[in-house]
């Protein structure tokens, strides 16, 4: 199994990014996905999650600015970030879990939840 997350970078405040994430090796169709962020010397957390019927979710700070979706065909999430803001800065995750087709949204928001994680994108936004 691999994921493989891309299209981190260098933004100014304000500005758009899209982050991406390529998965081999599973039926991405059984499976839900997130996205979490971690900044230096802090905990890996929540950013935003997809169930495998496309429900989405949102931690408070990005909802409105941030949009997760999902491609089963070509078996990548998509992470658009817009409005960004330096405290967006953090390396960012893609993960996944295969899942029954409904799961409690909670679960999506747990970082133990996820089986399989890619490598990390930086993103780093600057005032």
């Known amino acids: 199994v691999q994921l493989q997350a891309s299209g981190g970078g260098l933004m100014q405040a304000g500005g758009s990014l899209r982050l991406s994430c390529a998965f081999s090796?599973?039926?991405?169709?059984?499976?839900?996905t997130g996205w979490f962020r971690q900044s230096p010397g802090k905990e890996r957390k929540f950013v935003a999650g997809i169930s495998r019927t496309s429900n989405k979710y949102y931690t408070d700070s990005v909802e409105g600015r941030f949009s997760i979706s999902r491609d089963n065909a070509k078996k990548t999430v998509s992470l658009q970030m817009n409005s960004l803001k330096p405290e967006d800065t953090a390396i960012y995750y893609c993960?996944?879990?295969?899942?029954?087709?409904?799961?409690?949204?909670?679960?999506?928001?747990?970082?133990?939840?996820?089986?399989?994680w890619g490598q990390g994108t930086q993103v780093t936004v600057s005032s």
């Open positions: 993960a996944a879990k295969s899942t029954i087709m409904t799961i409690p949204s909670d679960s999506l928001r747990q970082r133990t939840f996820y089986e399989f």
């Open positions: 090796g599973i039926t991405f169709s059984r499976y839900a």
